[in-house]
């Protein structure tokens, strides 16, 4: 399911599923638990790209869109819920919900919330794991992911990152065989840091925004357009179909062009270095934690830790490479990416219990 919403403008519906309403600006949902649960200062300092909800905190208006557009994304979840059950013969028990480690209490109230209401489930049957827990769990439990991983059948200490658009989750864990049979522990609490490929984009994004005329008297001032939702998300779109190719190690500018108001074609070019900085301030957070918690883990004796990777930011070439530098300065390791299990499996994070939904 798309997480893309419409709450600045007050119209309805505010998610339209799949379909793009290009007049219309757009975020992800999922930040607006943010503003929901009353994030505190130093948490929406991790996410920029919140800046345009933050700045509207108080609104009664915008709080209740980007309710009505959670509620509304959780309905069509639940519909599709309810077809497969149907088809199955299976009946939802529990629900489990997979949310970063920064996540507080009032975060999970709020979405106790939503998810009660939506699918009329009572509170105590509505829990909650992190991203990098739920991926151990499936990591340990299925035999395919343990050959795949390297697992084998030794005692290791085990680090798991989940690299998301715009959060960083981590978890450490310790295998142990007994018998033949795998146990495994969490070695201390989950972790995260914000920033990701979504913050990326929106520095980026913010860097175009300079270029475009504030008002009709800078336009025709100095020719450019106004940066209209239509041409930002176009903007956007296009950049997250090339970042592959962009960022630090590949001295590339960004490059959008766009009819300005005199007919002509008005370039919009973010130069390389820019990027690179873009990239390296999105990034950074999620990277400073990752040497940390890396080194920390190194520093156990007695074991060869093992580092494993998951989240579509993990996929850009830059961020591999970081990784790897960071566990060959500790002496580990390469760490193992679970994108080469997503080619060959349909990798999905099954919680313990039967009959568990997962969301998010």
């Not at 176009?234 to 950049?239: E, G, H, P, R, V």
């Not at 490059?255 to 007919?263: D, L, M, T």
Request: proline residues 5%.
């Amino acid at each position: 399911f798309s997480s893309t919403g419409y709450p600045f403008d007050g119209l309805e519906p505010v998610y339209l599923g799949n379909n793009v309403d290009a007049d219309r600006q757009r975020i992800s949902l999922k930040y607006g638990m943010y503003i929901l649960a009353n994030a505190s200062d130093v948490l929406l300092e991790e996410y920029p790209i919140l800046e345009l909800l933050a700045e509207r905190m108080d609104d009664p208006a915008l709080r209740r869109q980007c309710w009505n557009g959670l509620v509304q994304l959780m309905t069509e979840v639940r519909k599709r819920v309810d077809t497969v059950c149907q088809n199955e013969r299976l009946q939802i028990k529990r629900i489990a919900m997979t949310v970063p480690a920064q996540w507080t209490l009032d975060f999970e109230d709020r979405y106790i919330e939503l998810m009660g209401n939506v699918f009329n489930f009572p509170r105590d049957d509505i829990y909650f794991v992190t991203e990098t827990e739920a991926l151990a769990w499936c990591a340990f439990t299925e035999v395919p992911y343990l050959n795949d991983l390297g697992l084998g059948s030794l005692h290791n200490n085990i680090i798991f990152f989940d690299f998301g658009g715009h959060n960083m989750n981590g978890c450490s864990f310790e295998i142990r065989y007994h018998g033949g049979l795998m146990t495994f522990y969490r070695l201390g609490d989950a972790f995260g840091a914000g920033g990701g490929s979504e913050q990326w984009e929106f520095n980026v994004a913010e860097q175009c925004r300079s270029r475009f005329s504030e008002s009709e008297s800078d336009q025709a001032r100095n020719g450019a357009p106004a940066m209209t939702a239509k041409i930002r998300q176009k903007m956007l779109d296009k950049f997250a179909s090339e970042k592959e190719d962009l960022g630090p190690g590949f001295n590339a500018r960004y490059e959008y062009f766009v009819k300005a108001p005199a007919g002509n074609s008005f370039e919009v070019g973010v130069p390389a270095k820019a990027v690179d900085k873009a990239w390296e301030e999105a990034h950074r957070r999620p990277l400073k934690m990752a040497r940390d918690q890396i080194n920390l883990i190194a520093s156990i004796e007695g074991v060869q830790p093992i580092v494993i990777v998951s989240g579509g930011s993990s996929r850009h070439p830059t961020l591999k490479a970081r990784l790897e530098e960071l566990c060959e300065e500790a002496g580990l390791p390469a760490p193992r990416f679970t994108d080469t299990i997503e080619i060959r499996y349909e990798f999905v994070l099954p919680i313990p219990g039967p009959f568990t939904v997962t969301c998010f």
